[in-house]
């Protein structure tokens, strides 16, 4: 599946990145993910559909203030998790419900 893009009112959701005009692991680092294989692994998973990631991004600055993500089960069901960086806990709120709904009806998904 290929990476969608999701405006959750005063946050922007894509995919993660790290190349020449966006690099989101600095502050994949401020967040605690130190794994440089982050974006490279969580591109791979959205290309077999294991996991599915975004970065919640400041829509002025495309900075990344958390990451939220759905991880399918074979049941039918998904799991929609994420982390945010400190004092940005409202927009991991914010992106929590607008991945919700696209889990359920973009992709036909009960959350659990």
């Known amino acids: 599946m290929e990476p969608v893009e999701i405006n959750a009112g005063s946050w922007y959701l894509r995919a993660l ?9 600095p502050a994949l680092r401020a967040g605690g993910v130190t ?3 982050h974006v490279s692994d969580r591109a791979a998973q959205w290309a077999d559909g294991t996991h599915l990631s ?3 991004c400041e829509p002025t ?3 990344l203030v958390a990451e ?14 994420g982390w ?4 940005f806990e409202e ?3 914010t992106a929590r419900a607008a991945v919700t709904r696209f889990t ?3 992709l036909d998904l009960r959350v659990r």
């Open 91 to 93: 927009a991991l709120a």
């Open 35 to 37: 794994d440089p294989a």
């Open 54 to 56: 975004w970065a919640v």
């Open 68 to 81: 939220i993500g759905v991880t399918p089960a074979a049941d039918g069901t998904a799991v929609v998790a």
């Open 17 to 25: 990145r790290a190349d020449d005009r966006i690099d989101d692991r």
């Open 84 to 87: 945010a960086r400190p004092g």
């Open 61 to 63: 600055t495309a900075e």
């Open 104 to 106: 359920e009806g973009a």
